[in-house]
């Protein structure tokens, strides 16, 4: 069987296109006769795979997911929202998937069936809520809480992003400046001072520096590529993953805030799922693969054995040693008063308002630091240039 676009009218004379699987155009002719679509145009489809087309963008997954909740509570039939949703965002790799998510619906796939294949889009997490909304009949509610879910997760990304573009800035700007004095400037002024006897140390440190770059650059690059690589296949490992989930939230300040980022999301993926009406062990499973910290995953791992086990949930939050005790206490009476996913959405509400002002806080703390140690390293490069000059001038005297 081959693949066919269409493009066609519905019986309220709206235009929807799609791609549809048969043998030929008259069995495609028929096909959409059968969903009540009256051809316009047939044509052998172009290939599309599920992950090309382009990244989806997080904000307009979100405005997909809001304007598809309003149309379904405005009683609008699926097929004919998904074809307005698809109309809507068609110039765009969203639009591209949203044709292809309304042909498995069109064939009698459900809508979570339909779109689990996207997963560079549709991440388990949506895939669960929505096969949770799908079976409950409150498909709408979820689309609404997965809007305002995505939402809230874009804007911590972007403010912490926002916060560490300057950083990010003044540290390629010095290592920039400093390479580009060691490379350039510095065999110039070898030259110049290469007769002294009596150099001091930090002019020979450069002199030094300046000859190893120059010299073995390409030997100093491929140890920093192997080093990088070593280091990063050692993260993937899961002692490595562990490990450095343990030295981040011991850091001064940032590790504060890696924390309240964790405890944050996995507060608002839970909270969410259980709002859903997703199963507390698959809502589990699924804030473990997202939790983003491998003693979280563990300590969640280990809570879900605990619930599997008809024992409490807050106890093996407690031991992680994430969370903090007020949290925990939270969490263990919102158990007993059957209020989970309230106080855990609550919760987030709270942790999340405390990260960003943690972000706040750590970018004021980093870029002073940076500041002072591009200054350290310009001053000791001044230092090292300079200081000749002037016992040449004393000797000249």
Partial sequence: MAEYEYTARDRSGDQVTGVIQAENEPAVARALDEQKLYPISIGPAKIVHHHSGGRVKLADLSIMYGQFSDLLRSGVPMMRSLDTLQRAFSKGALGRILQQIRQGVADGQSLADAAAPHDNVFTPLHIAMIKAGERGGFLEDVLSNLGDYIDRVDDLRNKVRGALIYPALLVVLGITSVLVVLLALVPKFKTVFGQLTNMPTPTKVMFGLSDLLIAYWPSVLAAIALVAMAIAGFLKSQAGRELWAAWQ?????????????CVGRFCRILGTLLASGVPILQALGIAKDAAGSAILAKSIEKASDSVREGRKL????????LFPPGIIEMIAVAEESNQMEKTLLQVANNV???SARQVDAMVRLVEPLILVCIAAAIGFVAMGLLYPIF???????
Avoid: D, H
């Avoid at 807050?314 to 040693?321: C, K, N």
């Avoid at 016992?391 to 005297?397: A, E, K, N, Q, V």
């Fill in 314 to 321: 807050a106890e093996p939050l407690r031991q992680a040693g």
């Fill in 249 to 261: 939230i011991r850091l001064p300040v940032v590790g504060a805030m890696i924390r309240s980022i």
């Fill in 391 to 397: 016992t040449m001038s004393r000797t000249l005297r």
């Fill in 352 to 354: 999340e308002r405390r």
